[in-house]
């Protein structure tokens, strides 16, 4: 009776599911799909592909990886063909390649748009996934591939009497697509990562007033965009090779290997010179290119620090901004430091203030504006900065159940718990791109998600000539990389700054030290030796 209900209970059936069709959900559908000749379905919340590049449409959202790496590898002829414009391209630039990789791979045919899955349970009398979206529908999967993106549910603040407000307030991951009129305007933006460091500039230059609310200052490194002219497109396109061996060979995804030496055993006048140099190519070139134990070792870390200072004060104007918009409760680099083009020079605007919320914290949204503690401000737009629930956000907004009913919120009340960031022991058969646990956010993010895409595929294409049904990670496994994970972050700085790598931007959030920081390289290492060992970690049925 029960065979038969499963045979007509009326759901389809696919082998597997994608949730989400940003960088990671695009190429899991191809290399699944074409590569391995499954059935598989994907969806996907916006009405459109692209993920983080079909949200993200604020002023001036870009890219910080540079676009020649910032892409996938697998296809050389697309290397080859696509055209990248600047060093760092604009959100449409990267949303029209995304979406010209939709067409070129016949990928639409098989992504549902507009379609949020709520949640899904595991059937373990069937042994795959029974998957439901917002419209109602349900669906059977064997594999459910989870690509919702790491930074993907948006943060909103919860201030009191934001639905008050008489003017409009926005997200930034979540933009009108008409995009925001900010001329004439009284402009309030909160927040100063990478994502309001990028547009206050540009919004500066629209509005008629502009007043930013930084809680933390942070660290910034100049962009230094520029155009791509047609030879230095050939020169990268005829050293595609090189440069994905250096890739491959990095700690972090992108071409540049860290310097061995430390910032402590050079003199004085070597290290800001190299310094100099990596200020002068901008972007991540500073971060990679200087010394090896920046993140390590503290006295290292405040060379680093103590040079970017040195340049807040040598551009802004006014001494007592200039202060403070100097990061002095976190080591340089600890949280993801953004780049910039003229962010420390809009505050020498007259038409741009800078409020200190960390001292005068916001207490309320008035239908006027902003309240602070000591002062109101007058406001007709607010933008919130605000960031994302990072890592674990878009996964747990989902009901994910798992063996006998287990929900993974319960699971991972105490923050989330992975093998290699690919699997949750008591969920079979689901994996986690870029989940938790894995480099993610701390690669080059095209390189990590194209990595564990490959290592999914593979994985599924050895069960299939193995004859295995199910793979599940081991609970002791599991328990045993948790604990490496928060091992290594131990030996770097990083948990010395209340960042979103450890949900310390979301109240409540557990704090746990979420990606991996041992590096691609000791990753890889782990990767390749479970696999070599028959999926070792794993428990396969
Ligand atoms: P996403 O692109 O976030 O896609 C996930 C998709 O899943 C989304 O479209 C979402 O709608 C969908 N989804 C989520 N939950 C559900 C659900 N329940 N049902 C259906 N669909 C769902 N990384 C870098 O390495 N370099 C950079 O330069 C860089 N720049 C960035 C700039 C910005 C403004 C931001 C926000 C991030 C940036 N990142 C960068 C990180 C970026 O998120 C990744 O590079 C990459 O785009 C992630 O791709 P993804 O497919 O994993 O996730
Ligand atoms: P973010 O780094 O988390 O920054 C959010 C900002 O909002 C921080 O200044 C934070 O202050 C502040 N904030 C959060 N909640 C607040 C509250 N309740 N009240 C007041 N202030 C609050 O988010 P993001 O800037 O969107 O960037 C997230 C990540 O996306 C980046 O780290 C990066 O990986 C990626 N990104 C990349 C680019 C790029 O250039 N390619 C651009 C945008 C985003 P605190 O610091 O005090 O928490």
């Given amino acids: 009776m029960e065979a038969r209900q499963r045979q007509n209970d009326g759901m389809d059936r696919f082998d597997a599911v994608v949730i989400g069709a940003g960088f990671a959900g695009l190429y899991a559908l191809h290399r699944l799909r074409d590569g391995l000749g499954l059935r598989v379905r994907v969806y996907e919340a916006g009405d459109g592909v692209g993920g983080t590049w079909f949200w993200n449409l604020y002023p001036d959202a870009r890219c910080d990886s540079e676009s020649h790496y910032y892409c996938y590898s697998f296809s050389k002829e697309l290397e080859q063909e696509w055209e990248w414009s600047s060093r760092y391209p604009a959100q449409p630039e990267i949303l029209r390649y995304l979406e010209h ?19 899904a349970r595991f059937d373990d009398g069937a042994g795959g996934w029974i998957v439901q979206t917002d419209s109602g529908e349900r669906v059977r999967a064997r594999f459910l591939v989870t690509a919702v993106g790491c930074l993907s549910a948006t943060n909103v603040p919860d201030i009191p009497g ?58 910034t490194i100049p962009a230094r965009n520029r155009p791509l002219g047609p030879d230095e497109q050939a020169e990268i396109k005829a050293r595609y090779d090189e440069i994905r061996d250096l890739q491959a060979r990095s700690e972090g995804g992108f071409p540049y290997l860290l310097e061995p030496r430390s910032a402590l055993e050079v003199s004085d006048e070597e290290r800001e010179a190299t310094f100099e140099r990596g200020w002068e190519k901008g972007g991540f070139a500073f971060f990679w290119a200087g010394f090896s134990d920046i993140l390590r070792d503290g006295r290292a870390n405040a060379t680093a620090a103590d040079f970017v200072r040195k340049k807040i004060r040598e551009v802004v ?8 918009l100097t990061p002095r409760d976190h080591p340089f680099g600890t949280k993801r430091p953004p780049i910039d083009t003229d962010y420390w020079a809009t505050f020498n605007r007259d038409d741009v203030d800078l409020v200190d919320i960390r001292r005068f914290p916001i ?42 009913g287990q929900r993974l919120a319960d699971k991972w009340a105490g923050g989330p718990t992975t093998y ?10 689901l994996f986690t ?75 409540g959030k557990p704090e746990v030290f979420m990606p991996y920081v041992g590096g691609q390289t ?17 428990r396969l049925r």
């Avoid at 290699?420 to 079979?428: C, E, R, S, T």
């Avoid at 599991?478 to 928060?486: D, L």
């Avoid at 990753?523 to 070599?532: G, P, T």
């Fill in 522 to 538: 000791m990753y890889k290492h782990h990767l390749a030796a479970s696999v070599e060992g028959g999926y070792a970690g794993f």
């Fill in 317 to 324: 104007h006014d001494p007592e901004v200039a202060e403070l």
């Fill in 363 to 404: 207490v309320e949204i008035t239908p006027e504006g902003i309240r602070t503690e000591n002062a109101h401000y007058d406001l007709d737009v607010i933008v919130f900065a605000t960031g994302f629930d990072a890592m674990t956000g878009s996964l747990l907004r989902m009901d994910i159940r798992g063996e006998g």
């Fill in 101 to 119: 990789v939709a067409d070129r791979f016949d990928l639409r045919r098989d992504i549902q748009l507009d379609t949020r899955v709520d949640g």
């Fill in 433 to 507: 791109v870029t989940g938790p646990g894995s480099p993610s956010v701390l690669l080059n993010m095209p390189t990590g998600i194209e990595q564990h895409v490959d290592w999914i595929a593979d994985c599924i294409a050895y069960m299939r000539t193995h004859g295995y049904e199910r793979i599940a990670a081991d609970e002791e496994a599991e328990a045993r990389w948790v604990a490496h994970v928060n091992e290594v972050a131990r030996f770097t700085l990083y948990r010395k700054a209340r960042s979103w790598y450890v949900g310390a931007n979301i109240p």
């Fill in 420 to 429: 290699l960031g690919l699997q949750v022991a008591g969920f079979p058969n």
């Fill in 162 to 219: 934001r639905d008050r407000f008489a003017g409009r307030w926005y997200h930034t991951a979540a933009w009108p697509k008409e995009g925001v009129d900010f001329a004439g305007r009284r402009v309030g933006l909160v927040g100063t990562g990478s994502t309001g460091i990028q547009a206050t500039p540009v919004i500066a230059a629209e509005a008629a007033h502009l007043t930013v609310f930084q809680r933390t200052a942070n660290f």
